[in-house]
């Protein structure tokens, strides 16, 4: 029943093909037009969803729990954050104002701008935030400068500045200074300025580092949250407002040459860069791998003719594959826009295997439509197979709950398809208007030199191959899974890169968990249960925002008002004249070289080599003194603190932490740095041992993790299960398909070893090797089984012309995946560089192994393939 079966599916295969080639010209024209409607549909329907969220099935518990909590909080959806660097806390708080206001202004653009620190609940009420300690130390620095602030105050200028300095100077001397004061810190921080201005180098003194006691050299760092007004319906949603954001900040003068750096992220950020990093990488790999088949063409086929109906074939095949993709699935994703690459290594297979069989054809003196016929009647049953069986790896994961890699395998499965179709439709169409003239083969009936060797020692071989597979089996617990992320996304970018950066603080970074309790009281009581786990580090409420200690520090407060209170009684003078700015200089000058230290001296130096035109001592005026003014008003806010509660804090901050039906938010955060997985898997079950409906990032990473484990398992045992079906059903005999299944169990067994000597852990992108190297390994050995059937032995079968098409076809799936290694985007890279690895393992056990084992078990009688 089978074999007649057989017979029909080639007796098909060769009138299909002989009709193809009859109708040449109608075939070609109607797959050109198709394909240009194809390629219309593409460039039109093209979108890319960048959400590495969405690459897990909506219906897993932590997904929905991760959905309850955006939908409570819709304001932290798909955010810009604003990282706003400046030399000084000055410079940046002052920059982050500014720019905060002009995006405000923009409210079609940006919907929603929050800069909490610019709150003028905070302006005033900062200095509650302080810990006593640290107020103590504010209000001794600001009694030993009290002096000067007064003098700066009333004349913040150059004028000014020389004018406190001469007097302390002149103090000093005269040895009427209080206890214990210095000038030196003063002096050095300003003459650091000077020097900087001197140069060309920007610097500017910052006032607040030197009002607290703090290193005068110290940056400042402020963040604003937005949220963008984003363009689904392009393939760049977010690089407008990314560039308005960059545009204002270059309109506002916040660049680094004014001691001002502005960087985005957040997950807008994110996404927009990890898409174009993509993009770039994928577009590079594209036309790499299609660069590379197409040389490896040149030299396996050796026409131009062969060449040309090969590469055109595979080109209209990857049309029609993108168009199924937009058309069945709807938009790529990050993981599935790999599938071109994928149809360019795997779909040209089919075209080397049926020109390679025309050509022994055209070769032994058939004319073109046998010689079509014939390769149709030989090869079309096992690329038959291949498809079926490079289509049962790709599509093992559909049923799992991983909708990344399912959209994938559901797309290059269909593609194999696409490519079986194409190469015995298109292909023989291209070849009969193409026709090769007929060229013996230079093969003789000997193997290669490397076959013999293989075939002369296969017990050896055999041998050696079980040792290999058995050292194997003992790296298999090392194997290590990272399903981080963010080990996914390209580290240069500058979202990324500054991510990292936050990181460095754990209240800034991504590594917290949040629980959205019922009330406050029990977000309270929530909290006071997971401060006692030894994994928490804390857990905040809305309650935490409210300062402790108050009494004590506003009777603190009130004394530095008390003592301050002259300072903002003065009145300001007028700007001075520019040769009262020069003379002051040359005045602070003399009196510096008067003086001994070498702060002193080092201010003198400074000063004597600055320019004194009166644009260069506007510009040194504004860098040693400019910030002063706004830091002073800043302080005087700070010093009318009152007592403040939960409903004095801004509505900004309580909408964040507080949902509209009264949910309370805990976040939670981790004593360890949870970049480590043990560390990461230890937080996360402490924490949901007490709150089971926690959610966040951690817990995302925990449970993703699992999921694709569970996908990677059972896609592994699908892929295994249904081939080992598949074979049995086709090969009939029990010794063919364990020959084919066992250099496919090497290959695997081996690359765990390599992964782990080579520190190449699998991840959300490269866990389809395992399925694939089955999926699409099987081919070769499939190709052996069926032309060892035909040669009726291993001698016979090295000899044709079998291996050399598995090693070209081998060879151009291999070198198209290995482009994707050079992608600038890390998950790619992995997935193309472990398919690579994985390939080259199933090529060199497929050559080296499967022979030796047909010759030490051989087949007992000759079957048709």
Known sequence: MIEALRAQARAFLAVWVTAMARRAWTVTILALLTTLLSGWFV???????????????????FRKLGKALDAAFPQYNDNLLIVVDGATPDLADRAALKLAQALRQRPTSFRMVQDIAGEAYFRTNGLLYLDEAELAKLADQLAKAQPFLVSLWRDPSLVGLADILGLALEAIAKGQAGPGLSIDPVLNALAQVAEASNQGRFASLSWQNLMQGDDPAKPGRRMILTQPALDFGSLAPAKAAMREVRKLALELGLTEDNGIRVRLTGSAALSQEELESVEEGMGIANILSLLLVGLLLVVGLKDWRLVGAVFITLLMGLVYSAAYALFAVGRLNLISVAFAVLFIGLGVDFGIHFALRYREGRDQGQDQLGALAWAAENVGGPMTLCALSAAIGFLSFLPTAYIGLAELGHIAGMSMAVALVANLTILPALLTLMPIAAKPLRLGKAPPPTGLVVLRHARVTAIAALILAGLAVLFLPRARFDFDPLN???????????????????????????????????????????????EVDSAVTIADYVPKDQEAKLESIEAMALLLSPLFLAERGPQPEPAARQAALTRLTAALKDHPGPAASRLAKALANAKTDSESLLRLEERLVGALPDRLTILRQALSAQPVSEADLPRDLVAGEVAADGRTKVKVYPKADLRNPDALVRFVTAVRAVAPDAAGTPVTIHEAGQAVVAAFQTATLATVILLAL?????????????????????????????????????????????????????????QFVARERLEHDAAGLMASTTPRAVIFSALTTMVSFGSLAISSHPGTADMGLLLAIALTLTLASTLGVLPALMRVWPTNKTATP
């Open 43 to 61: 460039v039109t329907h093209m979108a890319i969803n960048t959400d590495t969220s969405d690459m897990l099935s909506p219906e897993l518990p």
């Open 488 to 534: 996914l996304k390209d580290p240069r970018t500058e979202s990324v890169a500054t991510l990292f950066e936050l990181m460095k603080d754990k209240r800034s970074g991504p590594y917290s968990i949040t629980i959205l309790a019922a009330d406050r009281n029990q977000a309270l009581r929530l909290a006071q249960d997971l401060e006692k786990l030894p």
């Open 726 to 782: 598949m074979l049995a059903i086709v090969l009939r005999k029990l010794r063919d398909t364990l020959l084919v299944f066992a250099p496919l169990v090497l290959a695997a067994l081996v690359l765990v070893p390599i992964t782990v000597i080579f520190d190449l852990p699998f991840n959300f992108a490269n866990v389809i090797v395992l399925p694939l190297l089955f999926g699409l390994g099987i081919a070769n050995g499939i």
